[in-house]
C-alpha cells in the first residue's frame, strides 16, 4: 500500500515536472511579448475574505453604487476575488499607495464608469488610513480627492467623449479632431482615461446634433467608426504631449453591460437584464464573445508610439453578469442599471489591477 502511494508521488511529481518544463518555455515567450503574467488572464473564485471594504466605513460614497444600502438583498457577488491564470493579484495595500505616490496626482478622465473607479479608489484609500485627513470638493467637472498628510490628489474630471463638444449657431457639434480639454491632462503623475459609453447615446440622451471631422459636417455616422477617430485624436495627444517617464497612462478597457441574457447563455430566464443575477460565470471566457469597442480600442492602443497601459478589464467584468445595481442603484424598477457597478465590487478589482500594474514599473 505504502510503495504504491510513493510510487503515484513519484510519478505525479515526474509529470508536474515535465508539465511544468514546457510551461516556462511558453512563459518565457510570453515574458518577451508581455512582460511577465497577464493579470487580466484568469476567472473569479469565492473568498470568505471579501469584500475589501464596507461601504459605511467610507463616508463619502455615491448612493448610486451603494447597492447593499439601497436595499440589494443578497451578497455573494461581494465575496469574488480575480485569480490570475499564471500568477497572484498582490492584494491592495493602500497605505504603500499613498506612500509611493506622495506629492503626486493622480486623474480619472472619463464618463461614470471612470467616476465609479474614481469612487472605489478613494474608499479604498480611506479605508486604509482611516485617521488621515482627507478633503473633497467638487468643481464644475471636477472632483479633487486629498489625502493633505500624504499630500496625494486623487481626481475625477467628467468627460464623456474626450473630444470636444462645442455649441454652434447650428447646434451641439462633437468635434472628432478637436481635444482642447487636454491642456488640463498636463502634468499630472498618473492618468486614467475611459470612453465608449455615451458613443452608443441616441435621441434625448444623445448629447451632440452633428458630428464633424476636419471640414466635413455628418448627421450622424457608424458609432464604432467615430468611437475609432474621436481615440485616435486622443491618442495623437498623449503621444505628443504625455512626458512617460513623469507620467504613466492607462486607459480603462471597455466596460461592459448586462442587458441581454443571451449573451451569457441563459435565453430562458425571466429578464433579458442583470436583475436578479447573484453569481459570476465562472469559467475563463465569456460566451457573449469579445466586446466590439475593446477591439477598436486595442487597435488604437497599438498604434501608439508611447506605451500605453491598457486596464484590460473587459473580460473579467463581462463574466460579472451579478455585479452591477439593477434596480438597488438609482432605486426603483423604472431604472434598471446594468451599466454601472455595485461598490464593493468589480471596479474594486479594476483598481487592485491598476496597483499592480503601478507597483510592477
Ligand atoms: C521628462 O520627465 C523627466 C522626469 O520628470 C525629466 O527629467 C525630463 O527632462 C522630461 N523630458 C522632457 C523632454 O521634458
Redo the contacts with the bound molecule.
Keep these: 500500500m505504502k510503495f504504491i502511494i510513493i510510487f503515484v508521488l513519484i510519478f505525479h511529481t515526474l509529470s508536474m515536472n515535465l508539465a511544468h518544463g514546457k510551461k516556462v518555455n511558453i512563459d518565457h515567450k510570453k515574458t518577451i511579448v508581455k512582460s511577465g503574467c497577464d493579470l487580466f488572464e484568469g476567472k473569479w473564485v469565492y473568498d470568505e475574505s471579501f469584500p475589501l471594504y464596507e461601504t459605511s466605513q467610507c463616508p463619502f460614497i455615491e448612493k448610486e453604487f451603494d447597492c447593499q444600502n439601497n436595499g440589494r438583498p443578497d451578497q455573494f457577488y461581494l465575496k469574488y476575488r480575480w485569480q490570475p491564470t499564471g500568477c497572484n493579484l498582490p492584494r491592495f495595500n493602500g497605505e504603500d499607495f499613498l506612500r509611493r505616490y506622495r506629492g503626486k496626482s493622480v486623474l480619472f478622465v472619463g464618463d461614470s464608469l471612470s467616476l465609479n473607479q474614481w469612487q472605489s479608489l478613494t474608499c479604498m484609500l480611506h479605508i486604509a488610513v482611516p485617521q488621515a485627513h482627507y478633503n473633497l470638493v467638487r468643481v464644475g467637472g471636477l472632483s479633487i480627492f486629498t489625502f493633505s498628510s500624504y499630500n496625494v490628489k486623487v481626481m475625477f474630471s467628467r468627460n464623456a467623449f474626450l473630444v470636444d463638444i462645442v455649441g454652434e449657431n447650428i447646434g451641439r457639434v462633437l468635434k472628432l479632431d478637436s481635444i482642447e480639454a487636454a491642456n488640463t491632462w498636463k502634468g499630472i503623475d498618473v492618468l486614467i482615461f475611459d470612453s465608449w459609453h455615451w458613443w452608443l447615446h441616441t435621441g434625448r440622451k444623445q448629447p451632440w446634433d452633428f458630428i464633424q471631422e476636419g471640414n466635413n459636417r455628418f448627421r450622424d455616422m457608424d458609432r464604432l467608426v467615430a468611437y475609432e477617430k474621436g481615440l485616435k485624436t486622443w491618442a495623437n495627444w498623449v503621444d505628443d504631449n504625455i512626458?512617460?517617464?513623469?507620467?504613466k497612462v492607462f486607459f480603462q478597457g471597455v466596460s461592459p453591460d448586462h442587458v441581454n441574457s443571451e449573451q451569457w447563455g441563459t435565453p430562458t430566464e425571466s429578464t433579458k437584464f442583470c436583475e436578479g443575477q447573484a453569481k459570476p460565470l465562472l469559467g475563463t471566457k465569456y460566451p457573449g464573445g469579445p466586446h466590439p469597442a475593446e477591439l477598436v480600442l486595442e487597435r488604437v492602443l497599438s498604434s501608439m508610439k508611447k506605451p500605453i497601459n491598457l486596464l484590460d478589464i473587459t473580460t473579467l467584468s463581462q463574466l460579472r453578469k451579478d455585479g452591477h445595481p439593477s434596480v438597488y442603484g438609482h432605486g426603483g424598477h423604472r431604472d434598471m442599471d446594468c451599466s454601472h457597478w455595485c461598490l464593493a465590487g468589480v471596479p474594486d478589482t479594476w483598481n487592485q489591477l491598476l496597483y499592480a500594474t503601478l507597483i510592477q514599473n
Excluded at 512626458?243 to 507620467?247: F, G, M, P, R
Design positions: 512626458n512617460i517617464t513623469k507620467t
